[in-house]
């Protein structure tokens, strides 16, 4: 069921409707009930999928909350003696949850492009499944495994109702990409009864269709030029194909905000506020701020539940008191930071996908920002001895025009069909530019009309206006909420205007399906 069909607008609206009407008691019952039926519109196989990470996570975190309470009843004596073997109870439920969950990941995602991998090294030919790996797999996966830590670390208590927890697993807007949610913030408000609110009605509104106006209006259109430019690179000079990657900027930016915002939207209309995912990172400064703003569950789940645990695992401690005492000075001290930020910036390229493209991104990413750790002291005296401060708005503009040449040279990597497609066009844009491309009508073959591009280009600025307004902390939103109740609601009429007939109404137009959704 597409977020751009009649039928998921139909579903939303008698969902909330039904969710209203019954008593409060009920309502949590309905939001399963949509999610659970959200999931089957894909398949048998994938609501399977998601049963056997809900029922094993479930499974595991009962277990973990027995051991636990195991634990607390004993006397200080009794624990000082059996403390490591509930330690080693305690970690090897968690660690049998993980790696069946992510095995499974593994084995859906990756393991095709392994056999592969490994064949060709090898010289032996293994069997290849073909699986496709089903929506929202890691977002729920991803979730339901923080959920599990949590209550290893004794962060919050097991839920003993099947159910309800199944509920956190799959609450439907968040399938298709996120946000990854925390059991603690978003439970509570999945399973609490709520009287409706024109306020959140309305909010839920503002969001979905200024979400469907970046992406139906925005993003789509400028991903027909995209697709074509790296559907045949080859007819291109370098500067097309440059264009051709700016257009894929424009897109991927506006099409993962915009579902984000629809997704928040949805939910919002049942009274349940998202965490945020994405956060301006047109401004960021530099490409540690840039994913703090992008896929910011994604990063805030790395950080907790894999660089923590990483930095604070003996072989990094050894590490890093050889490094203290060996090399000595800042070098010392960073470098065992550095080897985590690495992996986890190594893993976020393969969580992306299985292909060596994702790899080298992954990669690429990871050199670049632990190279920034390692080179800061340096950087520092630079700017101390030409006496520049690194908050000046100098400073600013060049760490965001650095940052998004960075990014921007990544996309060539990630939207290319293979690495060395990608690192052609990044070749040939450097090397044959042939700007005289960009005025001498072929910009017009791009699938876009004057008209179509006028629209990419205004889309851009407004919105490179409102987020500029939103960092200064003068967001659009809380400009409306001092309006008065008709401007609100018309406000809201013409973004539905807009995404409409700009959008929706569009010759043939046929909404492409969220990037990130594939992840």
């Known amino acids: 069921m597409s977020l751009f069909s009649l039928a998921f607008v139909l579903f939303v609206a008698g969902g909330s409707l039904l969710y209203y009407l019954l008593p409060k008691k009920f309502q949590w019952g309905v939001l399963l009930a949509l999610s659970w039926g959200f999931y089957l519109s894909l398949g048998l196989e994938a609501m399977g999928y998601l049963l056997f990470v809900t029922a094993s996570s479930y499974g595991a975190a009962l277990a973990l909350q027995h051991v636990n309470q195991y634990g607390k009843a004993l006397s200080k004596e ?55 790996a089903p929506l929202g797999i890691s977002y729920y996966m991803f979730q339901s495994a923080g959920y599990v830590i949590d209550v290893y670390r004794g962060k919050h208590e097991a ?119 994405f956060k301006r990172p047109i401004f960021a400064v530099s490409l540690t701020d840039f994913w703090r703003r992008w896929h910011i569950t994604l990063g805030a789940w790395m950080k907790d539940y894999l660089f923590y645990p990483i930095s604070l695992s003996k072989p990094l401690l050894k590490f890093g008191k ?65 006496s520049i401060s690194r908050e000046s708005r100098g400073m600013r503009l060049f760490g965001m025009a650095r940052t998004g040449l960075l990014v921007f040279f990544g996309r060539y990597i990630t939207r290319a069909k293979d690495l060395s497609t990608g690192l052609s066009m990044l070749w ?44 200064k902390g003068h967001g659009i939103t809380e400009k409306l909420e001092e309006k008065s109740f008709f401007v609100q609601w018309l406000f809201l009429a013409v973004e539905l205007f807009i995404v409409l007939f700009l959008g929706v109404f569009r010759g043939e137009y046929i909404a492409a399906e969220f990037i990130y959704q594939q992840f």
């Open 159 to 277: 839920q003993r109702n099947f159910l309800k927890y199944a509920l956190f697993v799959s609450f439907f807007p968040q399938i298709t990409q996120g946000p990854i949610g925390r059991y603690d913030a978003l439970a509570p408000q999945l399973l609490k009864g709520r009287g409706f609110s024109f306020e959140n009605l309305k909010a839920g509104l503002q969001l979905v269709l200024w979400g469907c106006l970046k992406k139906l209006v925005i993003a789509d259109r400028a991903g027909v030029v995209a697709d074509r430019v790296f559907g045949d690179s080859s007819a291109y000079g370098g500067a097309m194909l440059a264009l051709g990657v700016l257009f894929y900027c424009i897109q991927l930016y506006c099409d993962f905000s915009g579902g984000i915002e629809i997704i928040r939207g949805v939910a919002r209309i049942f009274g349940v506020t998202l965490a945020e995912n």
């Open 428 to 471: 040939k844009t450097v090397r044959h530019p042939i700007p005289s491309q960009l005025w001498n009508g072929s910009l017009l073959s791009l699938g876009l009309s004057e008209w179509d591009l006028l629209v990419v280009g205004l889309g851009v600025l407004v919105l490179l206006f409102l987020e500029f307004l939103e960092e």
């Open 78 to 132: 009794e624990r000082a003696a059996q403390g490591p073997k509930i330690k080693n109870r305690k970690r090897l439920i968690a660690f049998l949850l993980l790696l069946g969950n992510f095995g499974l990941l593994f084995f859906v995602k990756y393991w095709d492009f392994t056999a592969s991998v490994a064949g060709a090294w090898l010289g032996v030919q293994f069997p290849a499944f073909g699986l496709v």
């Open 322 to 386: 050889f490094c203290r005492k060996k090399i000595g000075g800042r070098v010392g001290k960073i470098l065992p930071t550095a080897v985590p930020t690495f992996l986890i910036y190594f893993v976020i390229g393969i969580w992306h996908g299985a292909n060596w493209k994702y790899i080298v991104f992954g990669l690429y990413n990871g050199v670049l920002i632990t190279s920034g750790l390692l080179l800061e002291p340096w950087f520092s005296s630079l700017r101390e001895k030409l």
